[in-house]
């Protein structure tokens, strides 16, 4: 029995959409589409193959100021391709944040905790390491519940607990686009055994910066049951190597910890709220964006279908700029005799009468959008002459004389090669729109007519 595969070349049921997305987040194209055979997928910027993107998504993980521009995507089987509508990917600014930039909350913890211990709340745009255990801190005893720590910490004095690897870490790093301030860490609670650590040091590190104490060596206290040991607040906002950290730049704290025996234990206690935080600001970067502005908008056009046609505007702005034709209000892709859809310059080559229409230009940056005026783009069909006789001689006419491009009427009195060509009337508009030569000389053997649009 024979096997009836129907084919059909791809169609896009959905295009990507355009969107707005702040510094530093991540963006999503998609596109729905059908067809058979199997399809394959090229998404692009500004009509440039993006390497790698062959998926029905192109995904951004983080937004930075060069990926603004206008995205689409090609979709290709053995039957034949065909090309979304592009969408404009525009980039805003960050807002500013003040707040907690990460903390933990210990409640329901058993056996220590996990290392690293992600935090459980963290401000937007802040990547967040979790409370991670030094390698010479162990787990090995009974653990007490709802609090965060370990075991160990047999070292004399702080250098050689940091030798030893005696302590825990967690880690802030802004994103794209942000500064990031550190101005407190809230007063929090140690818990201890009778044999656990009874000294620690906070520090911290800038990069890949040497670490650096903050303030002295704490005695976590005396009390040992699970009520812990309250700790003051430590303020940061004094220290200028935690001001205005650029983004990218990993921030680490650290606390030390030494003074116990044996298999003693140490932890972040439970309490109210968050049971450990270090609070902060966000501050977005001043990009000194200039948002697009038009300079010299598309200028309307008439032009003979067959013949090359144009549109161009000029804007300024802080570059990198992205550009997006519209026809009638609807965005214009590349192909066919189109190009430049994404650029300054709209091409048609040539130009056909289905081509006519209001056209603008949509230009985008960092700092916004701004659409240019609309420009008519006339494109009519190449006149045709007709012959006629009147009282003073022979008449051409041809419809179409009105559009505003030069018509050379020309006659040549025999069509041997080489056709000698003799230029008679430019541009006489008569009635109706209409280009009209009178023919006088009818005493030629024979003549022959045309008309030429350079």
């Known amino acids: 029995m024979a096997t009836l595969t129907v084919v059909t070349v791809p169609v896009i049921t959905q295009s990507p959409a355009s969107q707005t997305v702040t510094l530093g987040q991540p963006a999503n194209f998609f596109v729905l589409a059908s067809g058979v055979p199997t399809l394959s997928y090229q998404w692009r910027k500004g009509g440039t193959n993006?390497?790698?993107?062959?998926?029905?998504?192109?995904?951004?993980?983080?937004?930075?100021?060069?990926?603004?521009?206008?995205?689409?995507?090609?979709?290709?089987?053995?039957?034949?391709?065909?090309?979304?509508?592009p969408a404009i990917l525009a980039v805003a600014n960050p807002s500013s944040y003040a707040g907690v930039l990460a903390g933990w909350e210990v409640t329901g913890l058993s056996g220590y905790g996990l290392s690293p211990f992600a935090a459980t709340s963290n401000a937007p745009n802040v990547a967040v390491v979790g409370l991670t255990r030094g390698s010479g801190v162990g787990t090995a005893s009974t653990a007490a519940t709802s609090a965060w720590g370990g075991t160990g910490f047999v070292f004399a004095n702080a250098a050689a607990a940091i030798t030893g690897n005696s302590f825990a870490t967690f880690s802030l790093m802004a994103s794209n686009g942000y500064t990031l301030s550190c101005t407190n860490i809230p007063a929090y609670n140690i818990r201890h055994s009778g044999s656990g650590s009874t000294n620690g040091l906070w520090q911290y590190q800038v990069g890949n910066g040497a670490f650096t104490d903050i303030g002295s060596a704490i005695t976590w206290g005396a009390n040992t049951s699970s009520s812990g040991n309250l700790q003051s607040a430590i303020d940061l906002s004094g220290i200028g190597a935690l001001q205005n950290v650029p983004s990218g730049t990993t921030v680490t704290f650290r606390i030390v910890l030494w003074g116990g025996t044996g298999t003693g234990t140490w932890y972040v206690n439970n309490v109210s709220g968050l049971d450990l935080q270090v609070l902060g600001s966000l501050a977005p970067v001043s990009s000194g964006v200039t948002a697009p502005t038009i300079i010299t908008a598309p200028v309307a056009t008439n032009v003979f279908a067959g013949k090359n046609a144009g549109l161009t505007v000029t804007a300024n702005g802080t570059a990198p700029l992205?550009?997006?034709?519209?026809?009638?209000?609807?965005?214009?892709?590349?192909?066919?005799?189109?190009?430049?859809?994404?650029?300054?310059?709209?091409?048609?080559?040539?130009?056909?009468?289905?081509?006519?229409?209001?056209?603008?230009?949509?230009?985008?940056?960092?700092?916004?959008?701004?659409?240019?005026?609309?420009?008519?783009?006339?494109?009519?069909?190449?006149?045709?002459?007709?012959?006629?006789?009147?009282?003073?001689?022979?008449?051409?006419?041809?419809?179409?004389?009105?559009?505003?491009?030069?018509?050379?009427?020309?006659?040549?009195?025999?069509?041997?090669?080489?056709?000698?060509?003799?230029?008679?009337?430019?541009?006489v508009i008569g009635t109706n729109g209409q280009i009209r030569f009178t023919e006088t000389n009818q005493n030629q053997p024979a003549s022959f007519y045309r008309i030429q649009i350079p």
């Open 50 to 85: 993006l390497s790698g993107a062959n998926a029905t998504n192109y995904s951004i993980a983080s937004i930075t100021a060069g990926d603004a521009g206008t995205y689409d995507v090609v979709v290709t089987n053995s039957f034949g391709s065909v090309t979304s509508a």
């Open 322 to 427: 992205a550009y997006q034709w519209l026809k009638n209000g609807s965005t214009v892709a590349n192909g066919g005799v189109i190009s430049g859809a994404f650029t300054n310059a709209l091409s048609f080559t040539p130009a056909a009468t289905n081509h006519t229409g209001n056209y603008s230009v949509i230009v985008t940056n960092l700092g916004g959008a701004v659409t240019s005026a609309v420009a008519f783009l006339n494109v009519v069909p190449v006149p045709a002459l007709v012959l006629s006789n009147s009282a003073s001689g022979f008449v051409l006419a041809a419809n179409g004389g009105a559009v505003s491009n030069t018509i050379v009427v020309q006659r040549a009195t025999n069509l041997t090669p080489p056709i000698v060509w003799v230029p008679l009337q430019t541009n």
